[in-house]
């Protein structure tokens, strides 16, 4: 009995490896993927436009570095991620808690769908997320840096943007019952006026570049305005004459009016 009950643990300990394994690789992999292909365009746009005046080399260095960054950091929070909520669900199920599935979700059909959704690692109920994210985002995006305080401000406005549309679903709010098209505009109006009166009353506590763009934008009264200040940067002109050539190259004169109408039709944020 205990040689038989030894055999069933080593298979059941043997299959929860490789599937911790496949998790491991696979996350790993997909972050590197992922975090290449969002910080090497953003790296090596911005190193043309706004710092030339570093040097090549010194140029090539950092997208080189922030691009390694960007996907090592990605790669090790997926792979925290997905490794401890495929423990904390098996935790789950072991202990026979109740289950609230994702939204799409459907409930496994037999024992191999319920097997493959496992391997998956896909959560069972919104508390596994939550201690999933909360560990590993403690052991990646906690330490402050150039590239993690810049994903943390994507992430933020997104979240931001997520929670107005889902205002209409909360009850006792004023937005209970809105379409997002109605909320949007409190929205805006709220974002707007907090950011505004940040910028003039505690700049200090605003990101350093947003704050350098919103000084020139709104601060350029002082007297050492010059005429030179009011015309385009021979960058900004390369990157405008480069647009016109593509559109037109693309879809003639139409396309290039296009590109530059000033009034575009309005699209869902």
């Known amino acids: 009995m205990g040689a038989v009950l030894s055999r069933m643990l080593g298979k059941q300990a043997a299959a929860h490896a490789s599937r911790v394994a496949g998790l491991v690789?696979?996350?790993?992999?997909?972050?590197?993927?992922?975090?290449?292909?969002v910080r090497l365009p953003h790296s090596a746009v911005s190193a043309t436009l706004f710092k030339l005046d570093r040097g090549v080399t010194?140029?090539?260095?950092?997208i080189t570095r922030d691009t390694?960054?960007?996907?090592?950091?990605?790669?090790?929070?997926?792979?925290?991620?997905?490794?401890?909520?495929?423990?904390?669900?098996?935790?789950?199920?072991?202990?026979?808690?109740?289950?609230?599935?994702p939204a799409g979700s459907e409930p496994p059909r037999d024992l191999r769908a319920s097997a493959l959704a496992l391997l998956s690692a896909r959560p069972t109920h919104p508390a596994q997320v939550a201690l999933a994210a909360g560990v590993a985002s403690a052991l990646v995006w906690a330490s402050p840096s150039v590239i993690s305080y810049q994903i943390l401000l994507y992430v933020l406005?997104?979240?931001?943007?997520?929670?107005?549309?889902?205002?209409?679903?909360?009850?006792?709010?004023?937005?209970e019952g809105m379409p997002f098209a109605r909320v949007y505009p409190a929205l805006?109006?709220?974002?707007?006026?907090?950011?505004?009166?940040?910028?003039?009353?505690?700049?200090?506590?605003?990101?350093?570049?947003?704050?350098?763009?919103?000084?020139?934008?709104?601060?350029?009264?002082?007297?050492?305005?010059?005429?030179?200040?009011l015309m385009p940067s021979p960058m900004?002109?390369?990157?405008?004459?480069?647009?016109?050539?593509w559109a037109y190259k693309s879809g003639g004169a139409r396309a290039v009016l296009d590109a530059f109408r000033v009034l575009p039709r309005p699209v869902r944020p």
Not at 201 to 217: G, K
């Open 236 to 245: 900004w002109c390369g990157v405008a004459a480069f647009v016109v050539a």
């Open 188 to 229: 805006a109006v709220g974002v707007w006026v907090a950011v505004m009166l940040l910028f003039e009353y505690r700049p200090d506590a605003l990101q350093s570049s947003m704050r350098r763009s919103m000084e020139a934008l709104y601060h350029f009264d002082g007297p050492e305005l010059a005429a030179g200040d």
């Open 58 to 62: 010194a140029n090539l260095v950092a």
């Open 68 to 101: 390694w960054v960007h996907s090592r950091n990605l790669a090790y929070f997926a792979t925290s991620y997905k490794l401890i909520l495929y423990l904390s669900r098996l935790a789950w199920e072991r202990g026979g808690l109740p289950t609230t599935l």
């Open 25 to 37: 690789g696979r996350a790993l992999r997909q972050g590197v993927v992922v975090g290449t292909k």
């Open 157 to 175: 406005s997104r979240v931001v943007i997520s929670a107005g549309r889902l205002a209409s679903e909360v009850r006792g709010t004023p937005f």
